[in-house]
């Protein structure tokens, strides 16, 4: 109970934030009006949207707005802006899971290795990788892989988006089968640049985490009764070391999701960051609220799991 009142305080900053932040803009109603609005009009498209009002009051409006799921129309769009992230949403989903999954599935059993081989050759590469990948900035490692995996050896797509979760949460599961295949090439390039800066820190996360457990009484016990050194390593060291690991995890994911705006625009990914890139040049202020509340409660939401699957994992937390 106490994250989900954090989680509150935290979405009604995020709220305060952007709200706010229209208004040090200079006033809002010049994005409603036309260049060749005529003063009264421009007083009568101010008292009509209610920015005539008191900041507090407006406040209140928009809060008002935002529980019953309306944060204004896209000046863009010409429709609700909560509708338009919504529609967009997807494509940043699923290539936030594909980073994750592949941050994940390659970090894990590079820690494990460079913690069972430290001081080896494996040990120093894994290190070397942590370096590089937590040094080398998102955009540029996106256009070098398009530069030699798109344009030079024409392997892979430069740009685009094959929809596959969007099918599915409409319940068109035969779409989104058929699309599978050709959703997956033009994935690999913006996931990889995604992920490369999560994989080299949780690599080296796990690997801490891996030398600290593998040095525990309980790791000796284990050995000492004969049990397989898969068993060791897996059942008892790993285990432990997935509580700081689990922590990044969560954290990464919403880092990841409200993140990939440059990686979004260098590859033409139809999602949110593109979305957010786009509204911000073309002040659509709503759209830009919008995106960056539902971003704050995905955020939240995922912090909120993190700590129940904390209590899952070590039994302590919920005794503490």
């Keep these: 109970m106490r994250r989900v009142m954090q989680g509150g305080l935290v979405v009604l900053g995020v709220t305060f934030l952007s709200f706010f932040a229209l208004h040090l803009g200079g006033d809002p109603t010049y994005l409603y009006v036309s260049e060749r609005a005529s003063p009264a009009d421009i007083a009568q498209a101010r008292a009509a949207l209610g920015f005539d009002q008191p900041l507090q009051v407006q406040y209140w409006r928009f809060l008002q707005g935002l529980l019953h799921g309306d944060l ?10 909560i509708q338009v992230v919504v529609e967009f949403l997807p494509a940043t989903v699923e290539l936030t899971l594909a980073s994750m999954v592949l941050a994940v599935g390659l970090a894990v059993p590079l820690g494990v290795v460079a913690a069972l ?10 290190m070397l990788l942590g370096i590089v990948g937590q040094s080398v900035p998102s955009f540029w490692m996106g256009i070098l892989l398009l530069l030699v995996f798109g344009l030079g050896l024409a392997w892979l797509p430069m740009s685009g988006h094959v929809p596959v979760l ?7 599961v035969l779409t989104a089968a058929r699309n ?4 997956v090439p033009h994935l690999v390039l913006p996931a990889i640049t995604v992920c490369f800066f999560s994989l080299a820190r949780n690599a080296r996360l796990v690997r801490s985490s891996m030398l600290e457990a593998l040095g525990q009484d309980f790791v000796r016990t284990a050995r000492a009764k004969g049990l397989r050194e ?20 969560g954290l990464e994911f919403g880092f990841l999701l409200g993140g990939v705006v440059v ?3 260098i590859f033409a990914w ?5 979305l957010i890139f786009n509204a911000i040049n073309q002040r659509d202020i709503p ?5 960056v509340i539902m971003l704050a409660l995905i955020f939240v939401l995922l912090n909120l799991l993190v700590d129940i699957l904390y209590a899952r994992l070590d039994p302590r937390v919920r005794l503490a």
Excluded: C, F, M
């Design 180 to 183: 599978l295949p050709q959703a």
């Design 230 to 249: 898969y068993d060791v390593v897996v059942g008892h060291a790993l285990r432990n070391a997935w509580l700081p690991v689990v922590t990044i995890i």
């Design 166 to 172: 969007a099918p599915l949460l409409r319940g068109d």
């Design 287 to 291: 759209l830009v609220q919008a995106a």
């Design 270 to 274: 139809p999602g949110v960051g593109r």
């Design 72 to 81: 204004g129309a896209s000046l863009t769009y010409k429709t609700s802006a």
């Design 263 to 265: 990686v979004e625009t």
């Design 117 to 126: 081989r430290r001081g080896t050759a494996v040990d120093s590469g894994v």
